[in-house]
């Protein structure tokens, strides 16, 4: 899913550091009776060493090695039993002879020393793993279940072996640091439309950690999991505030517009030179309270009996034609929760002719699958829930393509319309 942009491949092996030969049996074991000190392939080691002890521990690997392989030809027909090893070519085999490390064998037919030779197998092909889902937390205060599927290869035995000693283990901890640390940055938005732009560039990070362990990665795909808290930010925007009154900061805000109000009208009867009584009278009719018109009528208009889902369902039969199916072109199949605890599935088809909805599951397989809960789904064909806000919270759960579930305001502006 995302390819390596901006990263060039690592050459398979660099073995040329190593003196290696493969004229049969014995090229493939080149240096047996070789005396004089060697060169580590890791580093310069030699430095630290005195150099006689270097030429001692040399004549005496000469030596070993010489008597094991003279004692293997003694003993031909049973040692080779033992001594010989096939590796297949996705293979290669790391051998430490008295503890020094050798070039990388293989393939084909490698020779191993009995009781000196210790080897490690180590597989060139392309493996995976996955890292677990984690709990997040978004730069918009959103907590999310995010986790990975990582795909990587081998491409430097040696460096793979001595390196480090659970190759699988550190690349999925480097994984998930680096996850953890890149999507810490983002938004909820942000995550769920730039996947393979983050994806791609986890690729990069992880692939500068992990190129000095012989390892290369070749795909990263990220897994969200769920929402699990929705983003703290209002998405109808900030609440308009007003500035507090001075002398009065410790107040509720509503208290403190009232006690403006009513020293307001006390200083400005006090100027005018009015007189006590008719002053007590002029706060008697400020406090006069008026029939909260309005507001009966908003609470009345918002106590009003919601449509059921059934009533949805022959509402937006009404609103489906040709030029709907045009606009959306998808099939739903919805699955509501009812406050009793029941579910109850109803399908929208707009994929052909003129659409059809009905209850039950839709012919064929759905474009998407949507789980809400009765009152949710009311406020959404009602206009007073979005799709893409209800989704973001958590309340609409979606199975399929998130850009044709989000199509499904179409249907709510043909109702409004239709009104």
């Known amino acids: 899913m995302f390819s390596r942009s901006g990263y060039q491949a690592l050459p398979l092996g660099d073995f040329d550091r190593f003196q290696q030969s493969s004229i049969g049996l014995y090229g493939v074991q080149k240096g047996f009776f070789s005396f004089g000190p060697k060169k580590d392939p890791l580093g310069p080691a030699g430095n630290t060493t005195d150099s006689s002890q270097g030429w001692l521990s040399s004549i005496c690997h000469g030596i070993i090695t010489s008597l094991v392989f ?47 030779d210790h080897w490690q197998r180590v597989d060139l092909r392309t493996r995976a793993f996955n890292v677990p889902p984690c709990k997040l937390t978004s730069k918009d205060g959103a907590v999310i279940s995010m986790g990975a599927d990582v795909q990587f290869r081998v491409w430097d035995p040696v460096l793979s072996v001595m390196m480090v000693k659970d190759l699988i283990a550190a690349t999925r901890m480097t994984a998930q640091n680096a996850m953890t640390k890149t999507l810490m940055k983002k938004t909820l938005c942000e995550i769920q439309v730039e996947k393979l732009r983050i994806g791609e560039q986890l690729l990069l990070e992880i692939n500068d950690m992990t190129k000095s362990w012989g390892l290369e990665v ?16 209002n998405l109808v925007g900030p609440v308009a505030t007003l500035p507090p009154v001075p002398g009065l900061e410790g107040l509720d805000g509503t208290i403190q517009q009232l006690a403006a109000h009513f020293f307001s009208n006390t200083l400005a009867l006090a100027g005018s030179g009015t007189s006590a009584p008719e002053a007590a009278d002029s706060v008697e009719t400020v406090n ?44 739903y199949q919805v699955d509501i929760a009812l406050p009793s605890g029941a579910r109850s599935t109803y399908f929208i088809d707009l994929s052909s002719g003129s659409g059809r909805a009905g209850r039950g599951i839709p012919e064929g397989s759905p474009d998407v699958v949507l789980e809400v809960a009765e009152k949710d789904l009311q406020d959404l064909f009602l206009g007073d829930l979005r799709p893409l806000s209800a989704y973001m919270s958590g309340r609409l759960q979606v199975k399929g393509d998130l850009h044709l579930a989000l199509k499904l305001e179409e249907v709510v502006k043909a109702m409004k319309q239709h009104r």
């Open 70 to 116: 003279l004692l293997m030809v003694i003993t031909f027909p049973i040692s080779g039993w033992f001594a010989l090893k096939i590796v297949p070519a996705y293979e290669r085999m790391i051998v430490f002879r008295l503890g020094r490390i050798r070039a990388p064998q293989g393939p084909g037919i490698v020779l191993l020393l009995p009781f000196i």
């Open 218 to 233: 070749d795909r990263v795909e990220l897994n969200m999991e769920a929402v699990l808290q929705p983003p703290q930010e």
């Open 288 to 331: 006069k309270v008026e029939p909260p018109t309005a507001t009966l009528l908003t609470t009345a208009s918002s106590m009003r009996r919601k449509p059921s889902a059934e009533e949805l369902l022959l509402a937006v039969e009404r609103v489906l034609s040709e030029a709907l199916v045009g606009q959306v072109g998808a099939s």
